[in-house]
């Protein structure tokens, strides 16, 4: 019965010591990501067409409008 409890022991270490391992690899992994996630909050703009809002960073700017793609661009704010 103690040889079992042993055997039970060392599993459940060895599934604890993988399982730390294991969590320090995913955040070393994702550390870059979220620290430019968290760099600071980006304007947001409206497309003049269809009124979706999107990141400044990725919008189209063109005769004092935004817009969310060259298509909507071409169609011009709607009215």
Known sequence: MAKVLVW????????????????????????????????GAEPMVRCAHCGIYLPRSEALMSNHHTWCSLEHAKLGPRN
């Open 8 to 39: 039970v022991l060392v599993f459940l270490g060895a599934m604890i010591v993988m399982r730390i391992l294991s969590q320090k690899k995913h955040k070393a992994r994702q550390s870059p990501q979220l620290h430019k996630r968290n760099k």
